[in-house]
């Protein structure tokens, strides 16, 4: 995507035509999601009687997002693992709360995709005909025999385990470790206050746009595409950063530049843009695992002198 860009015009971008104040204006919101996103999931373990410090639920999180930069996917099972490791908390069943708070994640972007695909049709199906995105070839892939074939498969795996796990003494642990998890992925419904629940879970996502949108202003050629360009560029981002590479490296920049083309931005002011953003937003989530990390190391070791 970058060949055949002038790097001069990157330096020039960053040190005459970018705006600073916008984009330090739109880092407190990055900060704010991965927050909020703590203080969700520490509602959300209450009920499963976890109830660890928000300060450990906090740095679990900015670890989380940082390590997955390194190995994708990767987080979400290390902030399980500090919780266990600096608060005692159960895994298995911190692991269940990740699993439903990603449920409820993704119910919420798919709404929200539903919505902006609905008041920016045309958009969308330009940018499916610029990438080649065909949602009806994939399916039209499999025949009737085909999907029968794979539910079969899946429900004999599912009772085979079922079955297996039953019969066998040497699964006890195993059945342990089911229940918790089940715990964990239910306990959403014993919330103390599900309305705060909703307002956690939309303001994480409202945090991430306007962590996003903001960046705009940085930019004479972005400044006036207004919200609802900037809320498809999102969404579709948000779609891209799915495929398994740091924070959607390369997927992220090829997705976000294409609507900014379709939006009338050059070329390579959409290309620069598209570098500049996802390299600033990335080191900020590189920078909250380094201090996340330094500050648990810190804790360990001042438990360690009081012992």
């Not at 708070?101 to 049709?121: A, G, H, P, Y």
Request: aromatic residues 12%.
């Amino acid at each position: 995507m970058y060949r055949g860009i002038k790097w001069e015009e990157l330096t020039d971008a960053l040190s005459h035509k970018m705006s600073w104040t916008w984009m330090l204006l739109s880092m407190p919101f990055g900060i704010l999601a991965q927050v909020l996103r703590a203080v969700r999931w520490r509602q959300v373990l209450a009920p499963a009687g976890e109830r660890p410090r928000l300060s450990t639920c906090t740095h679990a999180v900015f670890l989380s997002y940082a390590s997955s930069l390194v190995v994708p996917r990767v987080g979400e099972v290390l902030r399980c693992s500090v919780l266990k490791r600096y608060e005692g908390t159960n895994f298995s069943c911190s692991v269940g709360t990740v699993v439903t708070e990603r449920i409820i994640d993704t119910m919420l972007i798919l709404v929200l995709s539903l919505l902006t695909f609905l008041t920016q049709i045309p958009v969308f199906l330009t940018f499916f005909q610029h990438t080649g995105v065909s949602l009806g070839s994939v399916f039209c892939q499999f025949s009737l025999t085909g999907w029968l074939v794979t539910v079969a498969c899946a429900m004999l795996a599912i009772v085979c385990i079922v079955l297996v796990s039953r019969r066998f003494r040497l699964f006890s642990k195993t059945h342990s470790v089911l229940s918790d998890l089940k715990s964990g992925l239910l306990s959403v419904r014993n919330v103390e206050s599900p309305l705060l629940f909703i307002l956690y879970s939309v303001g994480i996502w409202v945090s991430y746009y306007l962590h996003f949108y903001l960046t705009f202003f940085c930019f004479d050629f972005t400044a006036g595409l207004g919200p609802l360009a900037a809320l498809v560029a999102f969404v579709v981002g948000t779609f891209a950063v799915l495929v398994p590479t740091p924070n959607g490296t390369g997927s992220w920049h090829f997705a976000v530049k294409t609507v900014l083309v379709l939006y009338g931005v050059g070329q390579t002011d959409a290309a620069l843009f598209v570098l500049i953003v996802h390299t600033l937003q990335t080191l900020l989530v590189a920078l909250l695992g380094v201090w996340s990390s330094v500050v648990l190391a810190l804790k360990k070791k001042n438990a360690a002198c009081g012992d």
